[in-house]
């Protein structure tokens, strides 16, 4: 099974960018949906961004138009690009992968069996 591995977290105040990465290396470019996931303290896990294998991507309403998720297939890599951050962004982001058939449901977290550790993103105002 894949180990996936999260870099990139950090502390930034409002209105400033992270990049997050998660090392994928036999994920990337093998049919698997991808994706980025956060749990705030007392909050169920939720969807922010995933591309599929055909490079298609969807966004949580929440951070399009702020968020970019991308894959690097020379890196075997999946990346968010995080700017414009809100103090509502705070919590644990997680790189999740998974085989997903149904593209309404590429946004829950129940579809994908592989996660990683997660890294914190704190965002104050």
């Known amino acids: 099974q894949e180990q996936l591995a999260e870099s990139g977290g950090g502390s930034v105040q409002s209105g400033g960018s992270l990049r997050l990465s998660c090392a994928a290396s036999k994920a990337i470019n093998n049919g698997y949906c991808m994706g980025w996931f956060r749990q705030a303290p007392g909050k169920e896990r939720e969807g922010v961004a995933t591309?599929?294998?055909?490079?298609?991507?969807t966004y949580a309403d929440s951070v399009r138009g702020r968020f970019t998720i991308s894959q690097d297939t020379a890196k075997k890599t999946l990346n968010l690009q995080m700017d414009s951050l809100e103090p509502e962004d705070t919590a644990m982001y997680y790189c999740?992968?998974?085989?997903?058939?149904?593209?309404?449901?590429?946004?829950?977290?129940?579809?994908?069996?592989?996660w990683g550790q997660g890294t914190q993103v704190t965002v104050s105002s």
């Open positions: 591309i599929d294998s055909d490079g298609r991507s």
């Open positions: 999740a992968g998974g085989v997903i058939f149904d593209n309404d449901v590429v946004l829950d977290p129940a579809h994908y069996s592989f």
